[in-house]
T-cell receptor, first 113, second 112 residues
């Protein structure tokens, strides 16, 4: 079975500060990992994905994530937060040849001026 | 434009009154899925479908039905809704083999 743990249901940063959202996964086989973002009253939008190629993955809106097998982590970062980054972020896992995603419980990112 | 559409976007109903939430995708995806989102619980899968006439239970299937008669459509049916099914529902579609899933805009359901 696969699972995802997102540390921190809420993360607060100031505009211009580093954003770090944590995701740890559990998988008995090599995982495929995703970060999705949900803006208020909208569906989920893919930020980036890891599918066993480069371990440092760059996504949209300046976000990136690094796959660390030894730490079973896939943390999401952005060097400088913008007010428009305020949203809920979900980490998800699946595996090769399999379509069902297992989601973490989400982290709400709050950005203050 | 590639998209997943859901209808209705908002629905208020009463206990026991059957309802259907429609989902349609125009990307020719084999895989479709329904999730419910509740505060503090993230997204939990209700049902999924790998192709036409192939459906299977997710993590929280009780009280729901689905059908996949056409590749593009995957309706969610609540035959006798109860208040504990008040939630935000998302339909998603994607390719097989771990590809990205595309999400609809969501349906906010309230069961009184």
């Amino acid at each position: 079975a696969q699972s995802v743990t997102q540390l921190g249901s809420h993360v607060s940063v100031s505009e211009g500060a580093l954003v770090l959202l944590r995701c740890n996964y559990s998988s008995s086989v090599p995982p495929y990992l995703f970060w999705y973002v949900q803006y208020p009253n909208q569906g989920l939008q893919l930020l980036l994905k890891y599918t066993s190629a480069a371990t440092l993955v760059k996504g949209i809106n300046g976000f990136e994530a690094e796959f660390k097998k030894s730490e079973t982590s896939f943390h999401l970062t952005k060097p400088s937060a913008h007010m428009s980054d305020a949203a809920e972020y979900f980490c998800a896992v699946t595996r090769a040849g399999y379509s069902t995603l297992t989601f973490g419980k989400g982290t709400m990112l709050l950005v203050s001026p | 434009e590639a998209q997943v559409t859901q209808n209705p976007r908002y629905l208020i109903t009463v206990t026991g009154k059957k309802l259907t939430v429609t989902c349609s995708q125009n990307m020719n995806h084999e895989y479709m899925s329904w999730y419910r989102q509740d505060p503090g619980l993230g997204l939990r899968q209700i049902y999924y479908s790998m192709n036409v006439e192939v459906t299977d239970k997710g993590d929280v299937p009780e009280g729901y039905k689905v059908s996949r008669k056409e590749k593009r459509n995957f309706p969610l049916i609540l035959e006798s809704p109860s208040p504990n099914q008040t939630s935000l529902y998302f339909c998603a579609s994607g390719g097989l083999a771990g590809e990205e899933q595309f999400f609809g805009p969501g349906t906010r359901l309230t069961v009184l």
